[in-house]
């Protein structure tokens, strides 16, 4: 699909499939409601139920999975800044500038993925190629939040990518020292 992006990536790394940073086919920022501490990615042809059975460990994990839909738990009950992007490659893992690295995959079947507030509505639809994708989620500034959680520069990065369904994976575990 993007084949002039593996051709710049693999004359930036010794393995062709992954890049140092991951060639953008589409990347764009937004500002997300993050209210009940959540937003979602989904199909849009799908309009999944967002999951409301949440345990301590997902709650934990800052990521979790159902059907057609992928949760992201910021540390904010608050308007947040987040990054998304996709690319047709894996990108190198590069957890040095983030607190917490957290991964999941997603069915895209209609080929619209959704970026959708908890209670706000929907952001954005991003035109993709119909099938799987993992969904890596990046939290950065976590411990720059003031003490209510109301003020701070946290940062969000989702990346995508065709891949394989496998389970939710914590790459990097954020441990709130306060």
């Not at 699909?1 to 990347?27: G, H, I, Y």
């Not at 929907?122 to 035109?127: A, R």
Request: charged residues 25%.
């Amino acid at each position: 699909m993007f084949d002039w992006l593996k051709r710049k990536a693999s004359t930036q790394s010794d393995n062709p499939d992954q890049v140092d940073v991951a060639p953008q086919a589409l990347n764009k920022r937004y500002e997300v409601f993050a209210d009940y501490f959540q937003f979602y990615l989904w199909d849009q042809g799908k309009q999944p139920d967002a999951p409301t059975d949440y345990t301590e460990e997902d709650t934990g994990r800052r990521i979790k999975a159902a059907p057609f839909v992928v949760v992201i738990q910021p540390a904010r009950n608050m308007v947040v800044p987040v990054e998304v992007g996709v690319t047709d490659i894996p990108p190198v893992l590069a957890t040095d500038d983030w607190d917490h690295v957290a991964e999941a995959s997603i069915d895209l079947p209609s080929g619209r993925l959704e970026i959708h507030e908890c209670t706000g509505g929907s952001i954005d639809v991003l035109p993709v190629s119909p099938g799987t994708y993992r969904v890596r989620a990046y939290f950065g500034g976590l411990d720059t939040l003031s003490d209510d959680g109301l003020e701070g520069d946290d940062q969000y990065r989702i990346l995508l990518w065709p891949a394989p369904f496998a389970p939710i994976a914590i790459l990097k575990q954020y441990e709130d020292s306060r």
